[in-house]
């Protein structure tokens, strides 16, 4: 089955420990991306990542990392998180380098204390 | 900055009846998309437009582009009750290759 694969589901931290959300997509598909969703927001744009080893800036990247050492996996690293970082998080991945057609995770209920 | 604002930002139907939605943007566009996402579950994609059309259909889905007055509309028609969820557009700004959501519309199909 196609799917994207995020783990953990829900996530409680304390702040300043580092965390990795994982994301792994098995659509062999170039374009993965990373969103926070917050109500009344919408959602935004961390990273995204067009290809192996290519990686870019979306428009709320501050506090966050990310690396694309193998196409099917895009981890989003938190070094040292924060109370406002606490936020629904969704990796999507597209076979479209554009990021058309975005295939979703079941998405990462982070709450950093 | 949100590319795209929707309107209503909440709709409430009865089942049967047709649902309307409408997203707004700022600047040129390639494409333009309407995504789904029940109760905090991950968005499903439903339908794309891209810039030199004006209106596509699939199954109930009804989308229109009007690239003059940068907006676009979503009209569910008979609407079920399994159509409750959230509903976003998401415009792909010609700067970049990134997809940018409205804050999207709460639709409540009531049976």
């Given amino acids: 089955e196609a799917q994207v694969t995020q783990n953990p589901r829900y996530l409680i931290t304390v702040t300043g420990k580092k965390l ?26 961390i990273y995204y990542s ?45 076979e479209d380098r554009d990021g058309e057609k975005l295939f979703f995770g079941s998405g990462t209920q982070l709450s950093v204390l | 900055s949100q590319q795209g604002e929707e309107d209503p930002q909440a709709l409430s139907i009865q089942e049967g009846e047709n649902a309307t939605m409408n997203c707004s943007y700022k600047t040129s566009i390639n494409n333009l998309q309407w995504y789904r996402q029940n109760s905090g579950r991950g968005l499903v994609h439903l339908i794309l437009i891209r810039s030199n059309e004006r209106e ?11 690239t003059s ?18 509903y976003f557009c998401a415009t792909d700004a010609w700067y970049g290759n990134k997809l940018v959501f409205g804050a999207g519309t709460i639709l409540r199909v009531k049976s």
């Fill in chain 2, 56 to 66: 596509k259909h699939s199954g109930r889905l009804r989308v229109t582009l009007d």
């Fill in chain 1, 50 to 94: 067009m290809n192996v080893e290519v990686t870019d800036k979306g428009d709320v990247p501050e506090g966050y990392k990310v690396s694309r050492k193998e196409k099917r996996n895009f981890p989003l690293i938190l070094e040292s998180p924060s109370p406002n970082q606490t936020s629904l998080y969704f990796c999507a991945s597209s």
């Fill in chain 2, 69 to 86: 007055k940068k907006s676009s509309s979503l009209l569910i028609t008979a609407s079920r009750a399994a159509d409750t969820a959230s």
């Fill in chain 1, 20 to 45: 990795t959300v994982t994301c792994s997509q098995n659509m062999n598909h170039e374009y993965m991306s990373w969103y926070r969703q917050d109500p009344g927001l919408g959602l935004r744009q």
